[in-house]
Nanobody, 120 residues
Framework: QVQLVESGGGLVQAGGSLRLSCAAS????????MGWFRQAPGKEREFVAA????????YYTDSVKGRFTISRDNAKNTVYLQMNRLKPEDTAVYYC?????????????WGQGTQVTVSS
């Protein structure tokens, strides 16, 4: 089982940037593909970005391509999401999770998430 703690969210104006972090523990983090997901009010949770365990492959949903960058530091058991040129439609609670199937199938329980609010 993987325990996940997300942080780094906040309130930012449109066009601004935020960097989210996800600290993982409980399993061999470096062997896991990891992903970021988000859930906006009244909507289903959706996939945002994924990174292969080695960091050699990434995958993004179309709406964030060119704006968001996923990265990881296996020595720190942490995965990051750099979000640039934020838009109001990026407002959501952001979660990370390990992946069962590449690139967007999560497994395990969810953390508490971190709220991102983008004002127009």
């Amino acid at each position: 089982q993987v325990q996940l703690v997300e942080s780094g969210g906040g309130l930012v104006q449109a066009g601004g940037s935020l960097r989210l972090s996800c600290a993982a523990s409980g399993r061999t983090f470096s062997s896991l593909a990891m992903g970021w997901f988000r859930q906006a009010p009244g909507k289903e949770r959706e996939f945002v970005a994924a990174m292969w365990w080695s960091g050699t492959s990434t995958y993004y949903t179309d709406s964030v391509k060119g704006r968001f960058t996923i990265s990881r530091d296996n020595a720190k058991n942490t995965v990051y999401l750099q979000m640039n040129r934020l838009k109001p439609e990026d407002t959501a609670v952001y979660y990370c999770n390990a992946l069962t199937h590449w690139p967007d199938s999560p497994f395990g329980s969810w953390g508490q998430g971190t709220q991102v609010t983008v004002s127009s």
